[in-house]
């Protein structure tokens, strides 16, 4: 199973509203990540779990905030969104090979976010 | 100033020809990946490349890690419209992190 799911498909919310992004995977995968990718553009990484601690914090605004409850699952919850924080969010994971480099990412299908 | 860079930006073919895309960067990486990526979907790896001169094949796909480490090339034979797609270069800006940046993309369209 190299599978990463990612509910909602699609979500719409006003700028006062907070909902929440999962992602989960079953290949014992031991980083996950959150993307960012704008129309044309290329995904920019937002957080990345290792061994359910975050270990990187691209900036990201606090309206946006990441949870991972086990080694499986990731959220991303949200809070006063802008119109400019619409995109698609990726989830990816990755087994984390901490002896090479060469580690692989596994991506979601993504929730496309439109904030109103 | 971008970590990779890739060209073209944007390429539209005819299917049955051939077509090269490239990845460059400033700075040498110990591996790089390739992926494709279809509207509203994730993108999907298809190799990863770690030795210097390293060529993998893929079907009609043929990729080439450049001696130095520096540059990478993706080789599409008898180009056909199921590899309609954005074609993106990624490499893991940490040695034994989890810290991938990615190029801007090749947007490949192949007409039938």
């Known amino acids: 199973d190299t599978e990463v799911t990612q509910t909602p498909k699609h979500l719409v919310m006003g700028m006062t509203n907070k909902k929440s992004l999962k992602c989960e995977q079953h290949?014992?995968?031991?980083?996950m990540y959150w993307y960012k990718q704008k129309a044309k553009k290329p995904p920019e990484l937002m957080f990345v779990?290792?061994?359910?601690?975050?270990?990187i914090n691209e900036s990201v605004p606090s309206r946006f905030s990441p949870e991972c409850p086990n080694s499986s699952l990731l959220n991303l919850h949200l809070h006063a969104l802008q119109p400019e924080d619409s995109a698609l969010y990726l989830c990816?994971?990755?087994?984390?090979?901490?002896?090479?480099?060469?580690?692989?990412?596994?991506f979601g299908p993504g929730t496309r976010l439109t904030v109103l | 100033t971008q970590l990779l860079e890739q060209s073209p930006q944007f390429l539209s073919i005819q299917e049955g020809e051939n077509l090269t895309v490239y990845c460059n960067s400033s700075?040498?990486?110990?591996?790089l990946q390739w992926y494709r990526q279809e509207p509203g979907e994730g993108p999907v790896l298809l190799v990863t490349?770690?030795?210097?001169?390293e060529v993998k094949k893929l079907k009609r796909l043929t990729f080439q890690f450049g001696d130095a480490r520096k540059d990478s090339s993706l080789h599409i034979t008898a180009a056909q419209p199921g590899d309609t797609g954005l074609y993106l270069c990624?490499?893991?800006?940490?040695?034994?992190?989890?810290?991938?940046?990615f190029g801007p993309g090749t947007r490949l369209s192949v007409l039938p």
């Open positions: 779990y290792s061994y359910e601690k975050l270990s």
């Open positions: 700075s040498v990486f110990s591996s």
């Open positions: 290949m014992g995968h031991r980083a």
């Open positions: 990624a490499l893991n800006r940490d040695n034994y992190g989890q810290n991938f940046v």
């Open positions: 490349v770690v030795t210097g001169g």
């Open positions: 990816a994971s990755s087994q984390e090979d901490r002896v090479s480099s060469t580690d692989t990412q596994y």
